[in-house]
C-alpha cells in the first residue's frame, strides 16, 4: 500500500501569514503517461464532511479561495494557505489515488496562534 | 446539484451485521464510480471500497475484505454497504463520495451516518 504521512500534526498560525502543510507518499503518484500527480488535498470542519480544495496536485477547485495552493510532485507535496483567515481553521488531509487502495494522511489540524 | 444521502447507521453488537444505503441525485447516478469511506471518533480518513458503474469493478480494503459488501442499485440510484461480522474498531462514520471521470478523488460526499459498534 501507499502510505501517506502528512507533516506536522498540527500547526499554529497568526490571521495573515502563511500556513504550509507536507504532504510525503511513500511512492511516487506520478503518472508519466499523462503527466499529472495523483494527489488531492481536502479541508474539513468540525461536523462536516472533508471539501476538496486541490486535485492533480495542484488544481484548484471551482470555488476554492485563490489564497489555497497546491505544489510538488513524485512523493512530496505542500498545501500552501498565503494568508492565513479565520474560517481556514480545520484539519486538512492529503490523498493519494494513484493506486488502490486510496489512501489518506493522518490529517493536519491548523489552529489560529 | 449533486446530492448524497446516507441512512442505516446506529448502534450494534460485536459480529452484528448492518446495511448502510446512500441515496444519490443530481447526477446520472450509473456513469459513475461510487466509494465508502470512514472516519472513526477522532480520527482520520479510510477509504474502503469502490464499485463502478456497471459492478463489474469492486475493490475492498483489506481491513474489510471479506466482511463487507458492496453494491449498487442504478434504477434506485442507490449504493449499499452490507456491513458483517462488525467489531468495535468499525465504530465510524461512514461516508459515501463520488469522484469525477477520470480520477478518484472525492468533490461529492454525503454527510455520513454514524456506525457504532458496542457490547
Known amino acids: 500500500d501507499y502510505v501517506v504521512t502528512q507533516s506536522p500534526d498540527s500547526l499554529a498560525v497568526s490571521l495573515g501569514e502563511r500556513a504550509t502543510i507536507n504532504c510525503k507518499s511513500s511512492?511516487?503518484?506520478?503518472?508519466?503517461?499523462?503527466?499529472?500527480?495523483?494527489l488531492a488535498w481536502y479541508q474539513q470542519k468540525p461536523g462536516q464532511p472533508p471539501k476538496l480544495l486541490i486535485y492533480?496536485?495542484?488544481t484548484r477547485e471551482s470555488g476554492v479561495p485563490d489564497r489555497f495552493s497546491g505544489s510538488g510532485s513524485g512523493t512530496d507535496f505542500t498545501l500552501t494557505i498565503s494568508s492565513l483567515q479565520a474560517e481556514d481553521v480545520a484539519v486538512y488531509y492529503c490523498?493519494?489515488?494513484?493506486?488502490?487502495?486510496?489512501?489518506f494522511g493522518q490529517g493536519t489540524k491548523l489552529e489560529i496562534k | 446539484q449533486v446530492q448524497l444521502v446516507e441512512s442505516g447507521g446506529g448502534l450494534v453488537k460485536p459480529g452484528g451485521s448492518l446495511r448502510l444505503s446512500c441515496a444519490a441525485s443530481?447526477?446520472?447516478?450509473?456513469?459513475?464510480?461510487m466509494s465508502w469511506i470512514r472516519q472513526a471518533p477522532g480520527k482520520g480518513l479510510e477509504w474502503l471500497s469502490y464499485?463502478?458503474?456497471?459492478?463489474?469493478?469492486?475493490y475492498y480494503a483489506d481491513s474489510v475484505k471479506g466482511r463487507f459488501t458492496i453494491s449498487r442499485d442504478n434504477a434506485k440510484n442507490s449504493l449499499y454497504l452490507q456491513m458483517n461480522s462488525l467489531r468495535v474498531e468499525d465504530t465510524a462514520v461512514y461516508y459515501c463520495?463520488?469522484?469525477?471521470?477520470?480520477?478518484?478523488?472525492?468533490?461529492?460526499w454525503g454527510q455520513g451516518t454514524l456506525v457504532t459498534v458496542s457490547s
Open positions: 463520495a463520488r469522484g469525477v471521470p477520470g480520477g478518484s478523488f472525492f468533490l461529492h
Open positions: 443530481g447526477f446520472s447516478f450509473s456513469d459513475y464510480y
Open positions: 464499485i463502478n458503474g456497471s459492478s463489474s469493478i469492486i
Open positions: 511512492q511516487s503518484v506520478f503518472y508519466s503517461s499523462d503527466n499529472k500527480n495523483y
Open positions: 492533480w496536485a495542484s
Open positions: 490523498q493519494q489515488y494513484f493506486r488502490t487502495p486510496y489512501t
